[in-house]
């Protein structure tokens, strides 16, 4: 017979369970987690969070998507640069925004961020951006709206 499958021994109750009461054994080794688990676990634990607290912006580190008023501002300001930078797709511009936020942290140079807008934002009719000019006001626009301190 195997180790651990046999009658229990007698004196079960003390030497088989931990400080708190519950069983030792296998089920506590398949609880355990890997190294790497413990490393990503570490990280997150030990990751810098924004003035704001945790949750103010995603993992990815972008800042969150204006909501109320700045949502309107922000639309309504695309739509009047071109109603096809839009076209409809609200999420989809807020979402552009946001990873143009991202892009930026690492970017300083304008020439740069414009260059990132014009690659990042595109239209039905404007499939390699919408040139040097219209993006600079994008880049404004993202900049006021959803990311001003960047």
Known sequence: MRAGHGPPCPDAH????????????PRRRRLQQQPEDRREAHRIATAPTSPAGPGAADTAGAPPGPTGDKRVIYLATLNGIDPEIV???DDEAISRGRDQCTAMKDEKDPTKRV??????F??????????PTKSAL???????NICPTY
């Open 87 to 89: 076209n409809g797709k």
């Open 115 to 120: 260059a990132q807008v014009e690659q990042r």
């Open 14 to 25: 003390a030497s088989h369970r931990n400080a708190a009461g519950r069983p030792r054994g």
């Open 122 to 131: 595109t239209g039905p009719g404007h499939p390699n951006g919408f040139g």
């Open 138 to 144: 994008i880049l404004a626009t993202v900049q006021a």
